[in-house]
């Protein structure tokens, strides 16, 4: 079994900063690309950040400059740092990992619960 887990969120004021951190934890072999999405009522999830095994990363154009993922492989730990939040950044924030489990051949997609972010104007 393997669980995703967020925490850091809560609420901001604009131009505030929040870092939100995902520990992947069970029977984890290895883990491939890891992520953050988001999530507001009525729409589609959508990609934050992207970052390899290898720390290559990737950004939506909407938090380029201003967020930073990054991980720390040895603690199946990703981060997402989130610096001068907006109001349009309020959302739900779900971390996302491609995970090898011990005895599988293949790797599967895993998902956290979603952790509230709120930025107040």
């Known amino acids: 079994q393997v669980q995703l887990v967020e925490s850091g969120g809560g609420l901001v004021q604009a131009g505030g900063s929040l870092r939100l951190s995902c520990l992947a934890s069970?029977?984890?072999?290895?883990?491939?690309?890891m992520g953050w999405y988001r999530q507001t009522p009525g729409k589609q999830r959508e990609l934050v950040a992207a970052?390899?095994?290898?720390?290559?990363?990737n950004y939506a154009s909407s938090v380029k400059g201003r967020f930073t993922i990054s991980r720390d492989n040895a603690k199946n730990t990703v981060y997402l740092q989130m610096n001068s939040l907006k109001p349009e950044d309020t959302a739900v924030y779900y971390c996302?990992?491609?995970?090898?489990?011990?005895?599988?051949?293949?790797?599967?997609?895993?998902w956290g619960q979603g952790t509230q972010v709120t930025v107040s104007s």
């Open positions: 996302n990992a491609d995970i090898l489990r011990y005895s599988s051949r293949y790797s599967d997609d895993y």
């Open positions: 970052i390899t095994r290898g720390g290559r990363t």
């Open positions: 069970g029977s984890i072999d290895s883990i491939n690309n």
